[in-house]
């Protein structure tokens, strides 16, 4: 998964899947783990060679026992300060539960990113000057731009409006001058 773009189905599929993943090779372990103890329940020996011997006496019942288990992907997250002085390490081990938790997470912030608020959320400083400066500081529907009106309010308008399931991205993005906008209110109107 790439965390460095946001978050998306596809990611959730991914996390799903490992956490099916995980789930089948624990459940693997622990059927062997069921099957070893009822070998050893079938034998039925005194405790104490169980507690000092088991290795031995299955290898003489003819079963190796194996120490498997589960390989579950461990993550290690690093900061170190720009001097170098200071710094915290913590680490992460994708267990059954920590994949339960990281999957409501991520249908949670899917959910919102999807809602209308999370989309207005989006909505940067950064993403308005990119906008403007994509469109020249231009009206892309009337035209008028910042050079032939210094002070004009320029605003970044969604083309699909997010109150009808428009995204906040900027193919679905332009450049409106304040009247413009308040004109076009929630309808779609796209510049010429």
């Not at 000057?129 to 020249?136: C, S």
């Amino acid at each position: 998964m790439n965390l460095s773009r946001h978050l998306n189905e596809e990611d959730l599929a991914e996390v799903e899947s490992l956490g099916d993943g995980i789930t089948r090779l624990e459940d693997a372990v622990a059927n062997l783990q069921q099957r070893e103890a009822g070998i050893t329940q079938m034998v039925n020996p005194p405790k104490f060679v169980l507690e000092h011997y088991s290795d031995e006496l299955m290898k003489h019942v003819g079963v190796e026992l194996s120490p498997i288990s589960v390989p579950y992907p461990v993550y290690t997250f690093e900061y170190v300060s720009a001097g170098g002085n200071s710094g915290q390490r913590s680490s992460v081990t994708l267990n059954r539960q920590t994949i339960d938790v990281l999957i409501e997470t991520m249908s949670q912030k899917i959910k919102w990113r999807k809602s209308a608020a999370g989309q207005r959320a989006l909505m940067t400083t950064t993403l308005r000057n990119m906008i403007k400066t994509r469109d020249n500081h231009t009206c892309r529907y009337c035209s008028i731009s910042l050079s032939a009106e210094p002070h004009l309010l320029l605003e970044v308008d969604h083309i699909m409006p997010v109150s009808k399931g428009g995204l906040t991205a900027p193919e679905n993005l332009q450049t409106l001058c304040w009247r413009c906008n308040r004109t076009k209110s929630n309808r779609i109107i796209a510049a010429g």
